[in-house]
């Protein structure tokens, strides 16, 4: 089992900079891969990046290249996403997951452990 806890959301202003964080416990394999999703109010959740513990190749969703950073401490067992340049279409709840096939990194439907997500709000 996985447990996995996000933490740093909170309100910012348009053009501003969050940084989440994503800490894992459990049994964390290096073949594991870590995302981050978000899902904002009457909308589908959607892919936002994500990284390999082994490696730490990354992945990005076009609507945040560029002004999100997905990285990963894996002697702290922790994901970051650095968010810059927040627009307010960025508000969502924020989600970490990870996905223990390396298979299908931008479905939601392939990750198996899944946070219970942090608010960011970016207001205009």
């Known amino acids: 089992q996985v447990q996995l806890e996000e933490s740093g959301g909170g309100l910012v202003q348009a053009g501003g900079s969050l940084r989440l964080s994503c800490a894992a416990s459990?049994?964390?394999?290096?073949?594991?891969?870590m995302g981050w999703f978000r899902q904002a109010p009457r909308k589908e959740r959607e892919f936002v990046a994500a990284?390999?513990?082994?490696?730490?190749?990354?992945y990005y969703a076009d609507s945040v290249k560029g002004r999100f950073t997905i990285s990963r401490d894996n002697a702290k067992n922790t994901v970051y996403l650095q968010m810059n340049s927040l627009k307010p279409e960025d508000t969502a709840v924020y989600y970490c997951?990870?996905?223990?096939?390396?298979?299908?990194?931008?479905?939601?439907?392939?990750?198996?452990?899944w946070g219970q997500g942090t608010q960011v709000t970016v207001s205009s």
């Open positions: 997951a990870a996905n223990v096939k390396d298979y299908g990194l931008g479905s939601e439907y392939e990750y198996d452990y």
């Open positions: 459990g049994r964390i394999f290096s073949g594991y891969v």
């Open positions: 990284i390999r513990w082994s490696g730490g190749s990354t």
